[in-house]
C-alpha cells in the first residue's frame, strides 16, 4: 500500500510562509506526476501546483510568483514553499501522487489533507 504523509501546515499571519511537504512511502516503482490541492470552506478542490518527474512545473494563477513546488525522487518526496501568503490561501492543502506501475497501471494517491490558516 502507498500512502502519502503530509507535515507543515499551521497558522500564519498574512505575508508569512509556510512550506508543506508530502512524503509518500510503500512499494514503490515510479512516482510521475505529483500535484498540490487545496479546498477552501465551501468551494471545491482546486488545482494548486503541478510537477512532474522531469521537474516541469505548472501553478495555477492564484499562486504564481509566491509558492513553488519542488521535489526530491531521492526520498520520494513533494515540497509547496509558500510565501506571501493572503488570507485567501486559507484552505485544506493535499498532496496527490500519480505512481507507476506498468504501462496499464497508473495508480492515485492522495494525502490526508493539512490546515493552511492564514489570519492576523
Known amino acids: 500500500q502507498v500512502k502519502l504523509v503530509e507535515s507543515g501546515g499551521g497558522l500564519v499571519q498574512p505575508g508569512g510562509s509556510l512550506r508543506l511537504a508530502c512524503a509518500a512511502s510503500?512499494?514503490?516503482?515510479?512516482?510521475?506526476?505529483m500535484r498540490w490541492y487545496r479546498q477552501a470552506p465551501g468551494e471545491q478542490r482546486d488545482l494548486v501546483a503541478t510537477?512532474?518527474?522531469?521537474?516541469?512545473?505548472n501553478y495555477a494563477d492564484s499562486v504564481k510568483g509566491r509558492f513553488t513546488i519542488s521535489r526530491d525522487n531521492t526520498k520520494n518526496t513533494v515540497y509547496l514553499q509558500m510565501n506571501s501568503l493572503k488570507p485567501e490561501d486559507t484552505a485544506v492543502y493535499y498532496c496527490?501522487?500519480?505512481?507507476?506501475?506498468?504501462?496499464?497501471?497508473?495508480?492515485?494517491?492522495w494525502g490526508q489533507g493539512t490546515q493552511v490558516t492564514v489570519s492576523s
Open positions: 510537477i512532474t518527474s522531469g521537474g516541469t512545473t
Open positions: 496527490n501522487a500519480e505512481i507507476f506501475y506498468s504501462i496499464t497501471y497508473v495508480s492515485n494517491y
Open positions: 510503500g512499494s514503490i516503482f515510479n512516482i510521475y506526476t
